[in-house]
């Protein structure tokens, strides 16, 4: 200002001040500055500088929301800070103009830009519809400081985002668009990757998962590969570039309730490209969730070659294998396998056939599975599960130390087979294998086959050039089955070329079944040693009906606490061999058979001259406790309990030779009958056995009871020598002629 003032104290009625103040009047009220300076130099706001600080203040505030009303419904705006919701944007928007000569008015179905316009001096949003917007666009994310695909140091907005989806890729899901390629980058990144957003995703290639990777397929989600592409939609980084070879990838991880379809129906076998998901060569991988994979051409999930393997919920409708493992594979952990699979749902192959086959030299070792369920029903092939467990090997590695347990539902094959196989697959070599409750039925086979057993163990004609075995076992251990079935016994040990289980124990059968183990060949199929224990059986009316069937070779068999509930005295057995057969030691310890045949019974002449040991036994109303053809056997008895049914005693000798002693309980009747030559002798030293004389054949310095009372010595105990028998108490004698 060209006046210059005076320095006068206020107030100042000098006309140079007087002239200076209304300059300044002015400026204060029209000036769009926000601060004047007085005529002391000091700064003072202007209206428009108080009009800013009130909006400030009003602002730090908060805004007010005219609740109800929109500028569809019309509003009327009395305050700077109300804000007003227009319903076509979602944005709030608030009127910055003069409100000085009276409220904003706003007309009913108005919008902003019909009711002033959107600009300083009138309306501004103030809501984050305008940023949503932004951000939901494909170059949102860059609104933020994020490149897909990038990789970020800790402390920026890229760094806390931890996972990826497709559509951060721009890829949403279609039943028709093929997205194959759309997800190349996103795998490739790795990290923790999402489907979250439910549909198909159509694939004509495989998904190539990295070190570090965690794949989350969420609910309704399908990963799907197309009618023209036959191959995986899964594989790891190492198996892909280098078959599995060199540095094995890190760590892995595939999960959630999703579907994985191979679509495999309509397509061909095409080697390891018929399999859903091929994982080699990783340190730690994880699978589970609830994943289903359907219709896989071959296997569900290949794996071979990894140091540390967790699964927890697989499901399976599909046309082969679930869950398939190759060697080697070690720290196994499988928990909850189920659905319907048209082969095994659990395998554990040492090799397989070449078309499948990845494995390298190596065991199997550290192996705790359990929780496998088959469903009832079938695949979309129209197949069923055609057995839960299955193993078998070439003899480039062992299975160590597996542990099986929880096996449920029904199964067209076997619940559980050790096998050997054609394609070179021809030895099984298991050091270890626990099994513990077992609930599954096994199939019936076909029309004219024989049902199946629970378990099987079978060489199926195949061994390795050179080996004794196809199909070797040292030590098994069968534990809770619960399995019922009438038509097959629980085990059948099998071999055309060479079978063997060096140690088999089973603890706790079944309550009814047709038996518990049945060696099928006669010198090719054989058991070391056979432990049963804790068990009681119902058996039917059948033929076939023992706790132990042998048509092979059985070194020892030991059984405690052991009841044989039997109907009528036509059928059934504690042991039945047929055929050419080999035993060497039975012990039976706290035995009971009810009805029934004779207990322990060979059809021909065994292979081998057996010493039987029988120990706090009971033999009630049976037809027979011993009755071997053409048998040398030793025969032990102690607290032994014997009342046979009407017209059948305890030890029948059919052109066999016998050997007793020990105490046998027949309530004073005769315990003997031989025929066809057959011959039966005491051991040597005193036996409570009620024998008829004529039937038992002289041992010097042996003694029984006699229950003959026709014979001149008289009924009661007596002793021989050179075959005369003497009552030890009345000395009457009794020559015999054998």
Same mark, same amino acid.
């Given at each position: 200002?060209?006046?210059?003032?005076?320095?006068?104290?206020?107030?100042?009625?000098?006309?140079?001040?007087?002239?200076?103040?209304?300059?300044?009047?002015?400026?204060?009220?029209?000036?769009?500055?926000?601060?004047?300076?007085?005529?002391? !130099?000091?700064?003072?706001?202007?209206?428009?500088?108080?009009?800013?600080?009130?909006?400030?203040?009003?602002?730090?505030?908060?805004?007010?929301? %005219?609740?109800?009303?929109?500028?569809?419904?019309?509003?009327?705006?009395?305050?700077?800070?109300?804000?007003?919701?227009?319903?076509?944007?979602?944005?709030?928007?608030?009127?910055?103009?003069?409100?000085?000569?009276?409220?904003?008015?706003?007309?009913?179905?108005?919008?902003?830009?019909?009711?002033?316009?959107?600009?300083?001096?009138?309306?501004?949003?103030?809501?984050?519809?305008?940023?949503?917007?932004?951000?939901?666009?494909?170059?949102?994310?860059?609104?933020?400081?994020?490149?897909?695909?990038?990789?970020?140091?800790?402390?920026?907005?890229?760094?806390?985002?931890?996972?990826?989806?497709?559509?951060?890729?721009?890829?949403?899901?279609?039943?028709?668009?093929?997205?194959?390629?759309?997800?190349?980058?996103?795998?490739?990144?790795?990290?923790?990757?999402?489907?979250?957003?439910?549909?198909?995703?159509?694939?004509?290639?495989?998904?190539?998962?990295?070190?570090?990777?965690?794949?989350?397929?969420?609910?309704?989600?399908?990963?799907?590969?197309?009618?023209?592409?036959?191959?995986?939609?899964?594989?790891?980084?190492?198996?892909?570039?280098?078959?599995?070879?060199?540095?094995?990838?890190?760590?892995?991880?595939?999960?959630?309730?999703?579907?994985?379809?191979?679509?495999?129906?309509?397509?061909?076998?095409?080697?390891?490209?018929?399999?859903?998901?091929?994982?080699?060569?990783?340190?730690?991988?994880?699978?589970?969730?609830?994943?289903?994979?359907?219709?896989?051409?071959?296997?569900?999930?290949?794996?071979?070659?990894?140091?540390?393997?967790?699964?927890?919920?697989?499901?399976?409708?599909?046309?082969?294998?679930?869950?398939?493992?190759?060697?080697?594979?070690?720290?196994?952990?499988?928990?909850?396998?189920?659905?319907?699979?048209?082969?095994?749902?659990?395998?554990?192959?040492?090799?397989?056939?070449?078309?499948?086959?990845?494995?390298?030299?190596?065991?199997?070792?550290?192996?705790?599975?359990?929780?496998?369920?088959?469903?009832?029903?079938?695949?979309?092939?129209?197949?069923?599960?055609?057995? %839960?467990?299955?193993?078998?090997?070439?003899?480039?590695?062992?299975?160590?130390?597996?542990?099986?347990?929880?096996?449920?539902?029904?199964?067209?094959?076997?619940?559980?087979?050790?096998?050997?196989?054609?394609?070179?697959?021809?030895?099984?070599?298991?050091?270890?294998?626990?099994?513990?409750?077992?609930?599954?039925?096994?199939?019936?086979?076909?029309?004219?086959?024989?049902?199946?057993?629970?378990?099987?163990?079978?060489?199926?004609?195949?061994?390795?050039?050179?080996?004794?075995?196809?199909?070797?076992?040292?030590?098994?251990?069968?534990?809770?089955?619960?399995?019922?079935?009438?038509?097959?016994?629980?085990?059948?040990?099998?071999?055309?070329?060479?079978?063997?289980?060096?140690?088999?124990?089973?603890?706790?059968?079944?309550?009814?079944?047709?038996?518990?183990?049945?060696?099928?060949?006669?010198?090719?199929?054989?058991?070391?040693?056979?432990?049963?224990?804790?068990?009681?059986?119902?058996?039917?009316?059948?033929?076939?009906?023992?706790?132990?069937?042998?048509?092979?070779?059985?070194?020892?068999?030991?059984?405690?606490?052991?009841?044989?509930?039997?109907?009528?005295?036509?059928?059934?057995?504690?042991?039945?061999?047929? !055929?050419?057969?080999?035993?060497?030691?039975?012990?039976?310890?706290?035995?009971?058979?009810?009805?029934?045949?004779?207990?322990?019974?060979?059809?021909?002449?065994?292979?081998?001259?057996?010493?039987?040991?029988?120990?706090?036994?009971?033999?009630?109303?049976?037809?027979?406790?011993?009755?071997?053809?053409?048998?040398?056997?030793?025969?032990?008895?102690?607290?032994?309990?014997?009342?046979?049914?009407?017209?059948?005693?305890?030890?029948?000798?059919?052109?066999?030779?016998?050997?007793?002693?020990?105490?046998?309980?027949?309530?004073?009747?005769?315990?003997?009958?031989?025929?066809?030559?057959?011959?039966?002798?005491?051991?040597?030293?005193?036996?409570?056995?009620?024998?008829?004389?004529?039937?038992?054949?002289?041992?010097?310095?042996?003694?029984?009871?006699?229950?003959?009372?026709?014979?001149?010595?008289?009924?009661?105990?007596?002793?021989?020598?050179?075959?005369?028998?003497?009552?030890?108490?009345?000395?009457?004698?009794?020559?015999?002629?054998?």
């Amino acid at each position: 200002m060209a006046t210059q003032p005076t320095q006068d104290a206020v107030p100042s009625e000098s006309p140079r001040d007087l002239k200076f103040n209304a300059g300044k009047i002015d400026e204060f009220v029209t000036s769009m500055g926000w601060t004047y300076t007085d005529r002391f !130099g000091v700064n003072h706001y202007t209206i428009e500088g108080i009009n800013y600080l009130s909006q400030q203040a009003m602002a730090a505030y908060g805004y007010v929301i %005219l609740a109800g009303k929109t500028f569809t419904t019309g509003a009327t705006i009395n305050n700077p800070n109300e804000v007003l919701l227009n319903t076509a944007d979602g944005e709030y928007y608030k009127w910055t103009g003069s409100l000085a000569s009276g409220p904003k008015v706003v007309p009913a179905n108005s919008t902003p830009a019909s009711t002033g316009g959107i600009a300083p001096g009138a309306w501004l949003g103030v809501g984050d519809a305008s940023l949503r917007a932004a951000l939901a666009a494909m170059s949102g994310a860059g609104l933020v400081g994020v490149s897909v695909g990038s990789v970020y140091p800790a402390g920026t907005v890229g760094s806390a985002i931890q996972y990826r989806t497709p559509q951060m890729y721009g890829i949403e899901p279609s039943t028709t668009n093929i997205i194959g390629a759309g997800l190349d980058a996103m795998f490739a990144a790795g990290g923790d990757i999402r489907f979250e957003k439910p549909g198909t995703y159509l694939t004509d290639r495989a998904w190539v998962l990295r070190s570090g990777t965690r794949l989350w397929i969420g609910p309704g989600v399908i990963l799907k590969a197309v009618d023209s592409y036959n191959g995986n939609i899964l594989r790891n980084y190492s198996y892909a570039v280098n078959a599995g070879a060199g540095t094995a990838d890190d760590f892995i991880e595939v999960c959630g309730p999703g579907t994985i379809d191979f679509n495999g129906l309509a397509k061909g076998f095409n080697g390891t490209n018929s399999m859903a998901s091929v994982f080699k060569n990783v340190t730690t991988l994880r699978l589970g969730g609830g994943i289903l994979t359907r219709n896989a051409r071959k296997y569900c999930w290949l794996i071979a070659k990894i140091q540390n393997l967790y699964v927890d919920g697989l499901r399976f409708n599909t046309i082969s294998d679930g869950l398939h493992l190759q060697n080697p594979i070690q720290n196994v952990y499988v928990r909850n396998l189920s659905g319907i699979t048209g082969d095994d749902m659990f395998a554990m192959t040492i090799g397989d056939y070449p078309s499948y086959d990845i494995s390298e030299a190596g065991d199997f070792s550290n192996v705790d599975v359990a929780g496998l369920y088959s469903l009832s029903g079938v695949n979309d092939e129209g197949g069923s599960t055609t057995t %839960l467990v299955t193993m078998g090997g070439n003899g480039s590695g062992n299975f160590v130390r597996i542990k099986i347990a929880g096996l449920y539902g029904n199964t067209r094959d076997s619940v559980m087979r050790c096998n050997a196989d054609t394609n070179g697959l021809d030895y099984t070599h298991v050091n270890y294998l626990h099994v513990s409750d077992v609930y599954a039925i096994p199939g019936d086979g076909l029309a004219g086959t024989t049902p199946f057993p629970v378990f099987t163990f079978d060489d199926r004609g195949y061994k390795k050039p050179g080996n004794t075995y196809g199909v070797e076992l040292d030590y098994v251990v069968l534990e809770n089955i619960f399995s019922r079935k009438d038509t097959a016994p629980v085990v059948n040990v099998s071999g055309s070329v060479g079978t063997v289980a060096h140690q088999l124990i089973i603890n706790n059968g079944p309550r009814n079944g047709l038996g518990l183990v049945s060696v099928n060949n006669a010198n090719t199929a054989s058991i070391d040693t056979l432990i049963i224990n804790n068990c009681r059986i119902i058996m039917p009316v059948n033929a076939n009906a023992a706790v132990v069937n042998n048509r092979g070779v059985i070194g020892q068999i030991f059984m405690d606490n052991v009841q044989a509930i039997l109907s009528g005295i036509t059928q059934g057995r504690l042991y039945r061999a047929i !055929g050419t057969t080999s035993l060497t030691k039975m012990h039976l310890t706290n035995m009971t058979q009810t009805n029934g045949l004779a207990a322990i019974f060979a059809q021909a002449a065994m292979a081998t001259q057996p010493e039987i040991y029988l120990t706090n036994a009971t033999f009630d109303g049976c037809a027979g406790m011993v009755d071997l053809t053409g048998t040398t056997a030793k025969i032990y008895c102690r607290n032994v309990k014997a009342p046979m049914a009407s017209g059948f005693v305890p030890f029948s000798a059919n052109a066999a030779t016998y050997f007793i002693g020990g105490e046998v309980d027949t309530d004073g009747a005769n315990s003997l009958a031989t025929s066809n030559s057959g011959v039966i002798k005491l051991r040597p030293g005193m036996h409570n056995i009620a024998c008829d004389l004529t039937k038992l054949t002289s041992v010097d310095n042996a003694g029984c009871y006699n229950s003959n009372s026709l014979l001149s010595c008289g009924i009661g105990m007596v002793t021989v020598q050179s075959k005369v028998w003497k009552h030890m108490y009345t000395a009457a004698t009794y020559t015999s002629s054998i």
